[in-house]
């Protein structure tokens, strides 16, 4: 139990376009989930905590314009990057905290922006 | 800004070799975990510690949690080429975010 899925596991956009990262929890209803960013050779980084039904708190220094978060559902977490530059090339994990069992992740995003 | 320091940052040992790895910070946890990641995927929770002093064993891993909660160790006894990965540990500073360490990877040569 406790999955979450993360779709799609890459893609390749072109620089200016948006891209649109989907974090499913498959059998528990999650009220908030995680977003974290790793960039080769290095730890994860917390970008936001996406609230269902409410804004997403970013952590500092994460554009909120550029990284929309919607989280509409108890299931489902959308992270889209917006007008994508080569520099937001990375791999995108989300992470949700089902009821004591601590936190799972997604199997990530890699992200190439062209 | 809290940080979770993990030594070393690289680590390149011999199939069947032993080593340790380190988490260290100067905050107080009310517990730790420690996670492994292999490329291209999400980390995978190894274990949770919440006890000063208090001591896991997951087969050939063992983790420790300092006594004053401030830091823990992993040892690996026989290192396999399966064990390859990063290694991070992770805690929860009160506010339900993961905080991660900085990741000690982690090469077995066969």
């Known amino acids: 139990g406790a999955v979450v899925s993360q779709h799609p596991s890459r893609v390749i956009c072109k620089s200016g376009t948006s891209v649109k990262i989907e974090c499913r929890s498959l059998d528990f209803q999650a009220t908030t989930m995680f977003w974290y960013r790793q960039f080769p050779k290095q730890s994860l980084m917390l970008m936001a905590t996406?609230?269902?039904?409410?804004?997403?708190?970013?952590e500092q220094g994460v554009e909120k314009d550029k990284f929309l978060i919607n989280h509409a559902s108890l299931t489902l977490s959308t992270l889209t990057v917006t007008s994508a530059h080569p520099e937001d090339s990375s791999f995108y994990i989300c992470?949700?905290?089902?009821?004591?069992?601590?936190?799972?992740f997604g199997s990530g995003t890699r992200l190439t922006v062209v | 800004t809290q940080l979770l320091e993990q030594s070393p940052q690289f680590l390149s040992i011999q199939e069947g070799e032993n080593l340790t790895v380190y988490c260290n910070s100067s905050s107080v946890f009310s517990s730790l975990q420690w996670y492994r990641q292999e490329p291209g995927e999400g980390p995978v929770l190894l274990v949770t510690?919440?006890?000063?002093?208090e001591v896991k064993k997951l087969k050939r891993l063992t983790f420790q949690f300092g006594d004053a909660r401030k830091d823990s160790s992993l040892h690996i006894t026989a290192a396999q080429p399966g064990d390859t990965g990063l290694y991070l540990c992770a805690v929860n500073f009160g506010n339900e975010k993961l905080t991660f360490g900085t990741g000690t990877r982690l090469t077995i040569i066969p």
């Open positions: 996406s609230n269902e039904g409410s804004k997403a708190t970013y």
């Open positions: 510690v919440v006890t000063g002093g």
């Open positions: 992470s949700a905290s089902p009821m004591d069992y601590g936190y799972t």
